[in-house]
């Protein structure tokens, strides 16, 4: 396992239609996020998972998201309803809780993303 | 709120040399942790650097290391010996913590780096 997948890389859609995107963590890291990155700004946090259980969303996440992580492997996140304001990079990060040697800390491995344009 | 600034939109090195890029940190809490990622036109999200506030020495990684000036509130990125690759943006991120005790990362708007030969 060589890091964070996701899948697709790019999509374009038309407003109103529905996408998901599909992530794969690294297999020993129980904790997962999904950030969002719109052009010219650093990402935003969406959502936590611990296992499979949502622990933690963003007021960023509105009801036309949703975000699931069936048996605590991959995660999935749809966007209902697509607006021309949903048009981002969608970035999945994983991590093991502490990195081993870097005292204190929870590293997030990121993912390449999933770029979003909505028409 | 926590809250990261980084001023500077872009920056240009020549390779070989050294670059330090700005970071400057708000937050109320005692215990925090500031972070540097880089991210290549790939889109991907490197960590490079981790510094927490109890921590004593300036952290360092190979060509990076971090000058953590915890009175100033600053955590600027140097990076030694400029290499063609390094050209990316560079997100410095603090990690916040919410009402529900989660900490989530926070990030600046990141700063643009272009290294040429």
């Known amino acids: 396992d060589t890091g964070v997948s996701q899948n697709p890389r790019h999509k374009i859609t038309k407003r109103g239609q529905n996408v998901t995107f599909r992530c794969d963590p690294i297999?020993?890291?129980?904790?997962l996020y999904w950030y969002r990155q719109t052009l010219g700004q650093g990402p935003e946090f969406l959502t936590y998972f611990q296992n499979e259980a949502q622990l933690e969303k963003s007021r960023l996440l509105s009801d036309r998201f949703s975000a699931e992580r069936p048996k605590g492997s991959f995660s999935t996140l749809e966007i209902q309803r697509t607006e021309q304001g949903d048009s981002a990079m969608y970035l999945c990060?994983?991590?093991?809780?502490?990195?081993?040697?870097?005292?204190?800390?929870?590293?997030?491995?990121f993912g390449a993303g999933s770029r979003l344009t909505v028409l | 709120a926590q809250k990261i600034t980084q001023t500077q939109p872009g920056m240009f090195v020549q390779e070989k040399e050294a670059v330090t890029l700005d970071c400057t940190y708000d937050?109320?809490?005692?215990?925090?942790?500031l972070f540097w990622y880089k991210q290549p036109s790939s889109g991907e999200m490197i960590f490079l650097i981790y510094?927490?506030?109890?921590?004593?020495q300036n952290a360092t990684e190979g060509r990076y290391s971090l000058n953590f000036q915890k009175a100033r509130k600053s955590a600027n990125l140097v990076i030694s010996a400029s290499q063609l690759g390094d050209s990316a943006m560079y997100f410095c991120a603090m990690r916040a913590q919410m009402n529900t005790g989660f900490q989530k990362l926070v990030f600046g708007t990141g700063t643009r780096l272009l290294v040429s030969p």
């Open positions: 510094q927490g506030s109890y921590d004593e």
């Open positions: 990060a994983s991590s093991p809780g502490f990195r081993r040697g870097v005292s204190g800390a929870n590293v997030l491995t």
């Open positions: 937050t109320s809490d005692q215990s925090y942790g």
């Open positions: 297999s020993e890291h129980n904790r």
